[in-house]
């Protein structure tokens, strides 16, 4: 993005009306006059509006200049030119290399703009363009399209310079955005007949982007000036699921005007329903009217008929936005039911696309082989069998889209290194997978009533790592345990919407991290999360451990009951984190036989923010119990007295509980 220094030439003459380029058609009319009583006078004349020429250069304040970082960019004269290379795999002009001019004009009417430009180089790299004046496309002799012939006809430099044809554009009165964009529909070509080389003989082109452009030049009705800046242009895409309903769009643009008003109209298709518009601006109203005030992403999202919200969804999981504007978790809903039972099945089962509908009957144990890592696609419910309980054993699941559901399935030891003997000999490679669940960019999740779980002392355990993770160090000890299985869920990436309910967590040693790294590189900032009526059993740390995002966690238990693990005291640790900025509402949980809760954070970190009340602690050494935040979640829920979840909260959660008419 260039905004550089300005530089305006202007020249004036007086003109007839006849030059064209004053009012509408290039012409003014005097008003009447009415003589006077002597028969002799003649009316005066009436003065010609004053034409004159506008030149803005490329150093000129009213132009901001928007191309790819490969765009060449050189000078002449002291003035920066700039060649953009456009994305030819896209219809989108918004994606396109563009300059943007702001222009300021007394009068409403029809104004001639011409281009200062040059193309030299390769001739059949055509740098052809779209002209909009306040968003709306200029319509161009018969087409939309500013051609630019080549310049270089006789020794191909770039920077032979030349002027186009000179078009009609409407302005209004006051301030006109006027932006050149660089053509990039796939596959625009024409004919090319050539002016070097074999001169005359004709060829066809292909777009590659803009010219090299020094000024664009209007010409009318005085005054014309520079405008106060390049005026934002906002764009507005537009999507839905083909076969499942229709969009209509007033006042479809490519560019819009701040504060434009559109409206969009979703129309189901049979068997489908209208469930809400998805994405930057979100709403259930299918005929749906906003202003546009920035750049927009809407979907259209349509689910089948008889498909409703979950029976005890909560939370995050069941909204898109901040202002909980709903959102119907449907899963797999829909699909034919799979039934899986080996890995092999369950492998089969996943490559398929969604909606998925899958239930997993009985223990498919990876245990003897390099754990696996396996990609779940969006629109998929997963559940375990509740007449032959299903569990995944060293197999880690990937949620990286939309729309998940997993339930009743236990999900176990998913082992992070190669395994080895006591002499290093490798029994089992390195595999694919890592943690039990990784939600790397998944949005609209619920895991509810899971059991996710590894070992302290895992029974293959070897000297892995020492402290820090420096290597080997001659003992087995806490820092092997903690490489070798890594996280039991890992949330990150910007993934966002996500409920995690009724499930039984034990005995593991990095439990939950939400939030990619120390940076906010990577939109971390989006994640919302919902953590209740959750037993958190011996999990030493991360419980969750929360960056940049928001989170709300109530209604759990968290329970340390841990022995000596490798000749010293381990206490579960770090109990609702909130860290680098996150925030979080903290109500109603039960904590005992642990050490640090709510905001400790690692050195060279920062701080998070939590709204805190009605917490219990019992032999919590480091219990907090004091707001540094106030914030509060967009939706309804009812909390529980922390007093009794001790006591009703473990017999609840966890696979087991539900039955087959709870389930798919």
């Avoid at 609209?444 to 590894?454: G, K, M």
């Avoid at 209740?532 to 329970?559: A, C, E, M, T, W």
């Avoid at 309804?636 to 017999?651: D, Q, V």
């Amino acid at each position: 993005m260039l905004r550089c220094k300005t530089m305006v030439l202007l020249s004036s003459m007086l003109a007839l009306a006849a030059c064209g380029g004053g009012g509408s058609g290039g012409t003014n009319t005097s008003p009447d006059v009415t003589p006077t009583n002597t028969p002799s006078e003649q009316p005066s004349p009436q003065p010609t509006p004053e034409q004159i020429t506008l030149s803005i250069e490329e150093s000129s304040s009213a132009l901001l200049s928007v191309f790819p970082d490969s765009a060449y960019q050189g000078t002449i004269n002291g003035y920066t030119v700039l060649q953009g290379l456009s994305n030819d795999t896209s219809t989108s002009p918004a994606s396109s290399a563009y300059l943007n001019y702001s222009v300021n004009v007394g009068t409403r009417g029809d104004y001639q703009l011409r281009i200062h430009y040059a193309f030299g180089g390769t001739e059949t790299n055509i740098r052809d363009s779209w002209v909009y004046v306040n968003g709306l496309k200029v319509q161009i002799d018969d087409d939309e399209i500013l051609e630019f012939d080549y310049t270089g006809t006789s020794d191909g430099k770039w920077n032979t310079y030349a002027y186009t044809a000179p078009i009609t554009i409407s302005l209004d009165a006051g301030d006109n955005d006027i932006r050149l964009v660089a053509l990039n529909t796939p596959d625009y070509t024409r004919t090319i007949t050539f002016t070097r080389g074999n001169v005359g003989a004709t060829g066809a082109g292909t777009m590659k982007g803009l010219p090299n452009i020094e000024s664009l030049e209007i010409s009318g009705e005085a005054p014309i000036t520079e405008g106060t800046g390049s005026t934002v242009l906002y764009t507005l895409t537009t999507g839905i699921k083909d076969g499942e309903g229709e969009i209509s769009l007033s006042l479809e643009q490519d560019f819009y005007l701040p504060q434009t008003t559109v409206t969009l109209n979703a129309t189901a298709a049979p068997d489908f329903k209208f469930d809400a518009w998805t994405g930057d601006a979100p709403s259930t109203d299918s005929s749906y009217s906003f202003v546009m005030e920035g750049n927009l992403k809407l979907e259209a999202r349509f689910i089948p008929s008889d498909a409703a919200q979950p029976a005890g969804l909560i939370g995050f999981g069941a909204v898109q936005s901040d202002t909980a504007i709903p959102y119907t978790l449907t899963g797999g809903h829909g699909a034919e039911l799979t039934s899986v039972s080996t890995l092999s099945e369950l492998r089969s089962a996943l490559e398929n696309d969604g909606p998925l509908l899958i239930k997993v009957s009985g223990h498919i144990d990876n245990s003897a082989n390099p754990s696996e890592s396996l990609n779940v696609p969006s629109n998929t419910t997963l559940y375990g069998d509740p007449d032959n309980q299903g569990h995944l054993q060293n197999i880690e699941l990937k949620l990286s889209g939309e729309n998940y559901i997993i339930r009743n399935l236990i999900l176990s030891e998913v082992v992070s290194v190669a395994i080895k003997d006591d002499a290093g000999t490798t029994l089992v490679e390195d595999g694919s997978g890592n943690d039990v669940i990784s939600i790397n960019g998944g949005r609209h999740v619920w895991i509810d009533h899971c059991e996710l779980y590894s070992s302290l002392k895992p029974a293959a355990l070897y000297d892995i790592g020492g402290a820090n993770d420096s290597g080997p160090d001659n003992t087995v000890n806490e820092y092997d345990a903690k490489e070798f299985y890594d996280g039991l869920i890992d949330i990150k990436n910007s993934a966002a919407f996500i409920t995690l309910s009724n499930n039984y967590i034990h005995d593991h040693w990095k439990g939950i991290l939400i939030g990619s790294s120390d940076n906010q590189e990577n939109g971390d900032s989006a994640t919302r999360i919902t953590l209740h009526h959750n037993h958190f059993k011996d999990i030493v740390s991360r419980i969750p451990s929360l960056r940049y995002g928001k989170g709300h966690f109530y209604n759990n238990y968290v329970q340390g009951t841990l022995p000596s693990l490798f000749g010293k005291t381990v206490r579960v640790d770090t109990i609702f984190n909130v860290r680098q900025g996150a925030e979080a509402l903290i109500e109603g949980n039960y904590i005992e036989g642990a050490e640090d809760t709510f905001g400790y954070f690692h050195s060279g970190g920062s701080t998070g923010f939590w709204n805190v009340s009605d917490n219990s602690f019992v032999d919590v050494l480091n219990p907090v119990d004091t707001s540094t935040g106030d914030y509060t979640v967009p939706y309804t829920y009812n909390a529980e007295a922390s007093s009794g979840i001790k006591a009703s909260l473990p017999p609840t959660v966890g696979v087991g509980i539900l039955t087959s008419t709870d389930l798919p």
